[in-house]
């Protein structure tokens, strides 16, 4: 969770030609699959991807993230440039310590690129590994991280089976050599 101080603000308002002040407070906000299922309800489309997305878009979504109860809509209006940053930068952050060699790719996790991830793609994923819903409150880059570990582990014995003329060569030898150590013929 991401605790923001919003300083109080004033500014001019050209329409009115008055000034208006905006109140401080401290925002609480989570980048969580939550935060972007409600996001998603809201505009109709994928929040992960390489689409580019609007102030408006933006703006929704910090406000899809906060916890912080009873905002006003002003308050995400006047961010500073420095509080989206320190807002974008927690959204960047892995939240672990975990790393991926990018020699294996995984099966399960969208590798290709025209996979489309959505929130309820994610929520498969929890079903799949049985990740405990609790999860989902997660920062979404470690929720992430441990879906691929869940298919990583997963995907261990997938690659490493034995082709059905190998198995029959394997067990034909294994016969031979219990029949060898037993002196039996058959």
């Not at 308050?75 to 960047?92: A, M, P, Q, R």
């Not at 099966?107 to 309820?120: C, D, F, H, P």
Request: aromatic residues 8%.
């Amino acid at each position: 969770m991401l605790t923001i101080n919003v300083t109080p603000k004033e500014a001019f308002d050209e329409k009115t030609s008055t000034f208006t002040k905006t109140e401080g407070c401290t925002l609480c906000l989570e980048h969580s699959l939550v935060s972007i299922s409600k996001w998603e309800a809201k505009w109709h489309k994928p929040f992960l991807g390489d689409s580019q997305k609007t102030d408006e878009e933006l703006k929704s979504y910090i406000k899809c993230m906060t916890i912080t109860q009873k905002v006003k809509d002003e308050v995400y209006e006047t961010l500073s440039s420095s509080e989206l940053k320190t807002i974008n930068d927690y959204i960047g952050d892995s939240m672990t310590a975990t790393t991926f060699s990018n020699r294996r790719q995984v099966e399960g996790q969208a590798t290709r690129k025209s996979e489309i991830i959505t929130s309820e793609l994610i929520y498969y994923w929890m079903v799949a590994y049985q990740i405990p819903f609790e999860c989902q409150r997660w920062h979404l880059n470690r929720l992430l991280t441990l879906i691929k570990i869940c298919s990583i582990k997963n995907d261990t014995g997938k690659n490493n089976k034995m082709s059905k003329k190998a198995i029959l060569s394997n067990n034909a030898a294994l016969n031979a050599a219990r029949r060898k150590q037993s002196g039996s013929k058959g």
